[in-house]
Structures are given as structure tokens and as C-alpha cells.
């Protein structure tokens, strides 16, 4: 079964993913963004979601997490809870 670390920032709008996601690639660090922003309550870890299986999220952020590239910002990815920002830490299939 494949697993994966990554952490997330989770938001309400598309506009506020995309202006995060801007703020990270200028230079931001994604875990202080993630303690600020994410309605996650991974946000207070920096939005470090930890070890899970292929399966354990739901369908849209398992897509991006099992095919995305490794440490890069991912998004906004739209589920059911709102608009994520995704950093893969670690793969392995």
C-alpha cells in the first residue's frame, strides 16, 4: 500500500488558496502561512499532516498526493472542505 507525508493549508475561497500559494513561492514559510491561515487543525503543526495510505483522504487530495511532484506547492486542490495548498514531503509506492 502506498503511503505519503505531506501538510496542507486549508481555506474557504479559491482567491485566498491562490494568494497564499503566491505568498509561499515569494519566499513565505508554508508552516508559519499554515499556523495563520488553515482552518485545518494541522494548521497549529504547520499543516503537517504525518504518515498516511493511499485511500485515507479523500479522492481529490489523494490524487494530487500520490501523483504530484515531491516538495512542490500543489494547488488550490478544491474537496468537499474547501481549497488546500499541498506540499508533498514523501512518497513511497
Given at each position: 500500500?502506498?503511503?505519503?507525508?505531506?501538510?496542507?493549508?486549508?481555506?474557504?475561497?479559491?482567491?485566498?488558496?491562490?494568494?497564499?500559494?503566491?505568498?509561499?513561492?515569494?519566499?513565505?514559510?508554508?508552516?508559519?502561512?499554515?499556523?495563520?491561515?488553515?482552518?485545518?487543525?494541522?494548521?497549529?503543526?504547520?499543516?503537517?499532516?504525518?504518515?498516511?495510505?493511499?485511500?485515507?483522504?479523500?479522492?481529490e487530495f489523494d490524487d494530487v498526493v500520490f501523483s504530484g511532484e515531491l516538495n512542490t506547492v500543489h494547488?488550490?486542490?478544491?474537496?468537499?472542505?474547501?481549497?488546500?495548498?499541498?506540499?508533498?514531503?514523501?512518497?513511497?509506492?
Open positions: 500500500m502506498p503511503t505519503a507525508t505531506a501538510r496542507h493549508i486549508l481555506v474557504e475561497t479559491e482567491h485566498q488558496c491562490e494568494q497564499l500559494k503566491q505568498e509561499i513561492l515569494a519566499g513565505k514559510d508554508f508552516a508559519e502561512v499554515a499556523k495563520n491561515h488553515s482552518r485545518c487543525p494541522s494548521g497549529t503543526q504547520g499543516g503537517d499532516l504525518g504518515h498516511f495510505s493511499q485511500g485515507q483522504m479523500v479522492k494547488g488550490p486542490v478544491k474537496t468537499q472542505f474547501g481549497y488546500h495548498l499541498i506540499e508533498i514531503g514523501s512518497r513511497n509506492d
